[in-house]
């Protein structure tokens, strides 16, 4: 059975840690990360800032952020897409997935981050955890406990492929499903590199699997 793990970790060296440094008062909401180049991943975020202006000053000034695009905002909060830069950042990333890991949630406000994730076992944890001790990250580990979630999503039978979550997720992230919507299914097509109809034949595939799993008895 897989371990879920909650805890707090701080440090300039991690993505957006100067930023939430910068900026106390911040509340950064990290959404998702996936990489075509897992040492320079891409992050969606949603942040809420009172001064946006300080805000992209903060972003622009951080070491640890290749490039950032505003891709929608409403009611005082704005959606970011975000490149982790190849310098001046600790690899996160590249290390929970390499133990394993799954990002289940992750928000960072003063100064710090405060992150869920599941690991196959106490041995893949340990690894992560021991890796961003050594890079100097400070760590208040909250909670380890065995993750019964992924045994009662088999037993109820979800079968999305891995391209139509990812269709899924990635629009999500994006605002396609939002009203308005705030990006078109061309961007979402770009993002995975292929057609139109390819992604628009994935998305709807994908939610038909989705009611039938979770909403038609």
Known sequence: MSLLAAFEASSSGLLLGPTLEALPSIDIELE?????????????????????DGLDRALAA?????????????????????QRSETDVIGAYRAWVDAGGELLDCRGSDGRWEVEMRFPDRDSFGRYHEFLANEGVSLELQRLA?????????????????????????????GFFEVP???????IAAQLGISNQAVSERLRRGQAQLIADRVVE
Do not use: K, W
């Open 32 to 52: 998702r990360q996936y990489a075509l180049d897992p040492d320079r991943p891409i992050a969606f975020c949603r942040v809420r800032c009172r001064d946006r």
């Open 62 to 82: 951080d070491g640890t952020i290749a490039e950032f695009e505003r891709i929608g905002s409403a009611d005082g909060e704005s959606r970011y897409r975000l």
């Open 146 to 174: 065995a993750d019964d979630r992924q045994h009662r999503d088999r037993d109820r039978g979800s079968t999305l492929t891995d391209a139509q979550r990812e269709a899924l997720a990635l629009a999500y992230e994006y």
């Open 181 to 187: 919507r705030e990006t078109e299914l061309s961007e």
